[in-house]
């Protein structure tokens, strides 16, 4: 009853951009922070970016001032906007919604790829 559907993925040249969008279904999506994830081949997955119920945000180093995370509440929706795609950024991206810590749903991911 849950899904969280992940899209904008593909391929791009080093320095593009992509924009990455979250549809959620089957919660009260205003209530949950939402993130992003990225797990790269052989490596654990690590938090991108998050934004808050209250609109606030966090990210991870390597991302700042090249992403974006927002939300759009009224169409249970969040995005990524990926600024200055570097090679290190390829990765498949997730979708997660986190209530109060305690209810955690996944999407499936999608793949992004920065290759010239």
């Known amino acids: 009853q849950v899904q969280l559907v992940e899209s904008g993925g593909g391929l791009v040249q080093p320095g593009g951009s992509l924009r990455l969008s979250c549809a959620a279904r089957g919660i009260t999506f205003s209530l949950y922070t939402m993130g992003w994830y990225r797990q790269a081949p052989g490596e654990q997955r690590e938090l991108v970016a998050g934004?808050?119920?209250?609109?606030?945000?966090t990210y991870a180093d390597s991302v700042k001032d090249r992403f974006t995370i927002s939300r759009d509440n009224a169409k249970s929706t969040t995005f990524l906007q990926m600024n200055n795609l570097k090679p290190e950024d390829a990765a498949v991206y997730y979708c997660?919604?986190?209530?109060?810590?305690?209810?955690?749903?996944w999407g499936k991911g999608t793949l992004v790829t920065v290759s010239s």
């Open positions: 997660n919604a986190d209530l109060a810590r305690a209810r955690y749903y």
């Open positions: 934004i808050t119920s209250g609109g606030s945000t």
